[in-house]
């Protein structure tokens, strides 16, 4: 799944499985840091995620994702905002996430709505969006995020990646009424997710 030797200067020569296309960025950025410091904790990570890929019990299945919801196409929706506002640049793969994939955090009480995934160029959509009261102009707006995503890459600091950095802030802004998304992300969480019943 994942060789590492050193050669006389310490430089590693790495072999990985094509698994790790699917890898969480916690477990490349722990990679990252076991080839920096060799850190067992960081190697131990590394070897927790080959554990659970592990072909001989999970098959490597191809990704492949529905862009066709009962309201939304995601295709449409995201080759429209290519155009408009990256002048059609980016060519990241776009489908519904699986039901559950993004969980509800009950602490901030906020939705994942979207996520973008660098290794195999795909941004997933929660399909809780996939819903007639969702205003059109909020699904442009959380496709738009994702794109940006792609478009101004993560920095990492501080032993952390941040994916929200000042000038993903300032390119954020090019989408018309950010205050108005703003005030829609929150109001859906209460309108999409129904309290469970007592
Ligand atoms: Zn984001």
């Known amino acids: 799944m994942v060789s590492v030797k050193f ?4 430089q590693p020569r790495l072999r990985i499985n094509q698994v790790f296309l699917d890898a969480p960025e916690a477990v490349i950025a722990s990679l990252g840091h076991y080839l920096k410091t060799r850190s067992r904790v960081a190697w131990k990570q590394v070897g927790n995620f080959v554990a659970s890929r ?6 490597v299945q191809p990704v492949i994702v529905q862009t066709k919801g009962r309201v939304f196409d995601l295709a449409m929706i995201r080759d429209r905002i290519n155009r408009l506002y990256f002048n059609g640049s980016l060519d990241c793969r776009i489908g519904w996430a699986k039901v559950g994939q993004h969980r509800r955090n009950a602490r901030s009480r906020t939705i994942r709505y979207g996520t973008y995934n660098k290794a195999l160029n795909l941004i997933r959509i929660n399909p809780i969006l996939d819903d007639s009261r969702v205003p059109a102009i909020f699904m442009d ?6 794109l940006l995503h792609a478009a101004v890459p993560s920095e990492r600091g501080r032993g952390r990646w941040r994916h929200h950095h000042g000038s993903y802030r300032i390119q954020e802004r090019r989408f018309p009424d950010h205050a108005l998304m703003q005030k829609i992300a929150a109001d859906l969480v209460m309108i999409l997710v129904t309290p469970r019943a007592r």
């Open 141 to 146: 707006y959380i496709v738009f995020h994702e």
């Open 54 to 59: 592990d072909p001989k019990t999970r098959p």
């Open 7 to 10: 050669d006389f200067l310490g």
